[in-house]
Nanobody
């Protein structure tokens, strides 16, 4: 069983930056594709970004392109989401997710095998 623990959320003013981290347990992190999702109150969970198991492929939802960067450090079993130029509409609980078996990553949340507990990001205007 893989455990994912997010950190780095908080309250920030519009235009500010945050870096989220997701630390994974286990020795097979380097074989997982990883994704970041978010869920605002009253809304469905939505895809934010993904990175393939080896870091060679990344993909972002249109609303964060050019502002967010996903990266990973397989030696530290950690995936990151650098969030710049934050907007109030980025306010949500952010979740990381892992997809087993050397995947390229998916946009659909149902494709992921493991989830973290989430970290709150609040952007004030």
């Amino acid at each position: 069983q893989v455990q994912l623990v997010e950190s780095g959320g908080g309250l920030v003013q519009a235009g500010g930056s945050l870096r989220l981290s997701c630390a994974a347990s286990g020795r097979t992190f380097s074989t997982y594709a990883m994704g970041w999702f978010r869920q605002a109150p009253g809304k469905e969970r939505e895809f934010v970004a993904l990175i393939s198991w080896n870091g060679g492929h990344t993909y972002y939802t249109d609303s964060v392109k050019g502002r967010f960067t996903i990266s990973r450090d397989n030696h530290k079993n950690t995936v990151y989401l650098q969030m710049n130029s934050l907007k109030p509409e980025d306010t949500a609980v952010y979740y990381c997710a892992a997809d087993k078996d050397y995947g390229m990553g998916y946009v659909a949340p149902d494709e992921y095998d493991y989830w973290g507990q989430g970290t709150q990001v609040t952007v004030s205007s």
